[in-house]
């Protein structure tokens, strides 16, 4: 039999997510190939799942979905271990990581093929074509090797997400119930995570994105996210939604469409979108979002330095002056921003670098004097392969290097370096990194994030009173009271590493 196994890898320790990636192609091959899905947020030992399955001897394929940190933790060792207990076992990897490492994971000698992009129809070619002996040369987002060269095929055109087959949740349910997918969240007891659309049409060079997409997006009708979401609700009882774009606002009309159809469903949500394109919305448009349940969206500000946004190909028209009107302009439609900051970009001398993170900070806390509602996001600047992209260039000039070996990326070191946290790039010292961290503690501190509901009203007001001292005179250095407080007695969530 060509029985296929779908794994998601564990990804948080926090929520659980609808697994959108493995659900999506699970939708292309459903009803033409049988498949399993073994999600590792959901079981104590996925090891031993995947094991009890694959020793029935049915199983000719074995397919990850690979996102930069966490879930490395679990694909690259479950991996090997299928390659060394099954060499008969096809296996292919896709997601993120898959496709921007692909010349690494490709070249583990444990990996056969790496879909490189979406794999709507990418995915079903292959296992056709796999299944039946064919060649699969012709089968476009392919990355494999043959006769010791890495063969890359033509990138596909983006699909119209319309006319893809619905997401078999109904399957999933019946290998872990829709329920346990569907959390607790600021916008809801039953929150859904949804994907509406895919890529996104601006080149920013800090984006793990851009290679794979190029620019493109293609999004669903906001009439085909509606359908989707209101199958979820009535069934399975979800009231809240997050968008998991990565960049759900592209279109105003659509997102103004979808906001009419969602509103009577009385159902909060969030989005990503960028800045100096829902500037350009209307007036009525941004009331008609919150009028819809749109309680907060989330923003890559970036920097409020001009220059360096220019190095970070931002595109479009963001500036400093932008990021601080349009967070003052939200204010008046009950929408809060969610404004990410990227701090600890290269530049040509350490005092520089030194000089670019501490204007970030006093920009953060100008927005923070602007409107005060605002959340906070802060990374620390972690390289992509956008190998065109002057700020790669910089940083490979420097002296910066991706690990040339799969099992590399294991590293504690390396597994923290794509959620933009720990890592230590060369021109930024350990220094750089506790300022930062530092500050981050201060001003999440003085201004807790409204996503945990967890904390309490007297909480947030002893956090915001015991704080005030050190954020009012920027005290920032060994702010120990703070960090022992955040973490036994308000347990303190960070949207930047857990999410909602």
């Not at 989330?298 to 946004?309: T, V």
């Amino acid at each position: 039999m060509n029985k296929i196994l779908l794994f998601n890898p564990r990804a948080t320790t926090y929520g659980k997510l609808i697994p959108n990636s493995i659900l999506q192609i699970a939708a292309s091959i459903h009803g033409k190939f049988d498949y399993v899905i073994v999600d590792g947020n959901r079981e104590i030992d996925p090891w031993k799942k995947i094991l009890n399955y694959l020793e029935d001897g049915s199983f000719e394929y074995f397919c990850s979905t690979v996102m930069p940190g966490p879930q490395l933790i679990q694909a690259i060792p479950f991996t090997r271990d299928v390659r060394r207990l099954f060499p008969q076992i096809k296996i292919i990897w896709g997601g993120y990581f898959a496709s921007n490492q692909q010349r690494t994971v490709i070249n583990s000698g444990y990996v056969d093929f790496v879909i490189n992009g979406p794999g709507d129809k990418a995915f079903p070619e292959l296992i056709y074509a796999l299944s039946n002996s064919l060649a699969v040369s012709e089968i476009k987002n392919l990355v494999y090797v043959r006769e010791n060269k890495i063969i890359k095929t033509q990138k596909a055109d983006l699909v119209d997400q319309d006319q893809l087959p619905d997401l078999p949740y109904d399957t999933l349910n019946n290998f872990y119930s829709l329920d346990g997918y569907l959390g607790k969240t600021f916008l809801g007891t039953k929150t859904i995570s949804y994907h509406s659309s895919i890529g996104c049409p601006f080149t920013c060079s800090f984006c793990g994105v851009v290679p794979i997409f190029e620019a493109r997006w293609k999004g669903k009708s906001a009439v085909g996210i509606y359908k989707d979401i209101k199958f979820v609700k009535e069934k399975y009882a979800g009231n809240a939604i997050t968008f998991h774009d990565n960049n759900f606002f592209v279109s105003e009309k659509r997102a103004v469409e979808f906001a009419g159809l969602i509103r009577p469903e009385n159902m909060n949500w969030w989005g990503e979108g960028r800045i100096d394109t829902m500037d350009k919305y209307s007036d009525e448009s941004l009331a008609k979002l919150r009028e819809s349940g749109c309680r907060m969206i989330f923003f890559g500000a970036e920097s409020g330095n001009d220059a360096l946004l220019k190095r970070m190909d931002k595109g479009g028209t963001q500036s400093g002056a932008k990021i601080k009107a349009f967070a003052a302009r939200l204010q008046h439609f009950d929408i809060i921003p969610e404004y990410s900051f990227i701090l600890g970009l290269p530049a040509p001398t350490e005092e520089q670098v030194w000089e670019q993170i501490e204007a970030d900070m006093q920009f953060i806390r100008d927005i923070k004097e602007i409107n005060p509602l605002t959340e906070i996001i802060i990374y620390i600047y972690s390289p992509v392969p956008t190998e065109d992209s002057e700020l790669y260039k910089d940083a490979t000039t420097k002296g910066f290097r991706f690990p040339q070996h799969l099992d590399e990326w294991m590293e504690p070191q390396w597994l923290s370096f794509d959620i933009h946290r720990k890592h230590l790039t060369p021109w930024l010292t350990p220094e750089m990194i506790r300022r930062i961290h530092e500050f981050e503690t201060v001003i999440h501190a003085q201004y807790p994030t409204i996503s945990d509901y967890k904390l309490t009203a007297f909480q947030r007001k002893a956090m915001k009173h015991i704080s005030s001292f050190r954020y009012r005179k920027n005290v920032l250095s060994y702010p120990y009271e703070l960090k022992i407080l955040q973490r036994f007695w308000l347990r303190y969530r960070r949207p930047e590493k857990e999410g909602f």
